[in-house]
């Protein structure tokens, strides 16, 4: 009696907090503090709910783990006049196996929901609306639109002359310009060292090695400017390493590949401008003609 007494009472706390702190979450609070929402792209979503229902599941098992800690502690402390050891016991099977099964459990969930969303965020697209190749260089981004033949040459982020001290100058960022609804394929490539190309919202990232070839593929689903940066310690100036990404209307997506066009920047920016020209498999400028 004194047990359940006790347990009446831890219980009727935690519960109350539980029920005022989730009236009054916020939408950001919901999402697990994460950046952008369910809706920028077609894979935001699925990486919001395996986020917060991870987190759910662990803060149960936290719950769990601290009320019986205390009741243990509570229920089992030395009473007055008490002396020695209490009776000690070696083993008990149905909680060994309790405390064995419970974490299989959990961990083998985590793994099946996590694979079930990377297997769908990571199967390329087999007829994309849009494909960029997207070359990552120290310390900038270059941007192919393969399908249009036109490309954009970024250099790395610099300071704005009239605004604060420190201030990056956005405007003069490299920007990847993409059209909502439509599904993209991205191509990624390096020109150096190792890079990551992370588009903040987006909640997901992707990293570009030289030599080898990595995809994204997805759907952009808000309109509007997103930040996007490299994740991956790249040199000296690797926080300069800076781009935005701008989700447009399909008309605003035409006028900027034909602004791009009219100022002469027509064909592909490729290999030919990679620092690592002496990698297996990559064609060398001048390297078939020496040959011959």
Same mark, same amino acid.
Request: a negative charge; hydrophobic letters at 40%.
């Given at each position: 009696m004194r047990s359940r007494r006790l347990f009446r009472w831890a219980a009727v706390p935690m519960a109350a907090t539980l029920v005022v702190a989730l009236a009054g979450c916020t939408q950001a609070q919901l999402q697990g503090w994460l950046p952008g929402n369910a809706d920028t792209t077609n894979h935001t979503g699925d990486v919001i709910g395996l986020w917060v229902t991870s987190w759910i599941v662990l803060m149960v098992v936290g719950m769990i783990t601290w009320a019986l800690t205390i009741w243990a502690a509570v229920v089992y402390r030395r009473r007055k006049g008490q002396t020695g050891l209490p009776v000690q016991l070696r083993y008990n099977l149905p909680i060994e196996v309790f405390y064995t099964i419970v974490p299989l459990i959990l961990v083998l969930g985590f793994f099946? %929901? *996590? #694979?079930?969303? !990377?297997?769908?965020? +990571? *199967?390329? #697209? +087999?007829?994309?609306?849009? *494909?960029?190749?997207? /070359?990552?260089? !120290?310390?900038?981004?270059? %941007? =192919? /639109?393969?399908? +249009? =033949?036109?490309y954009s040459v970024g250099v790395q982020a610099s300071t704005d002359p009239e605004g604060p001290v420190g201030n990056v100058d956005y405007d003069a960022l490299p920007t990847l310009y993409l059209p909502v609804d439509r599904t993209v394929e991205l191509v990624l490539e390096s020109r150096d060292v190792q890079h990551s190309f992370w588009v903040v919202n987006f909640l997901y990232k992707k990293d570009l090695y030289p030599g080898v070839t990595n995809y994204m593929s997805f759907v952009p689903q808000e309109e509007g400017t997103f930040t996007g940066k490299c994740a991956e310690l790249c040199g000296e100036y690797h926080s300069q390493m800076l781009f935005q990404v701008k989700v447009v209307s399909q008309g605003e997506y035409d006028a900027y590949i034909e602004s791009l066009r009219d100022a002469g920047f027509e064909g592909d920016y490729g290999q030919d401008y990679d620092r690592n020209s002496n990698l297996p498999g990559v064609n060398v400028p001048g390297e078939a003609e020496e040959s011959e």
């Open positions: 099946a %929901f *996590t #694979a079930r969303d !990377q297997a769908k965020i +990571e *199967t390329r #697209a +087999e007829d994309p609306d849009v *494909t960029v190749e997207v /070359y990552g260089k !120290q310390w900038a981004w270059d %941007f =192919n /639109y393969v399908d +249009e =033949n036109v």
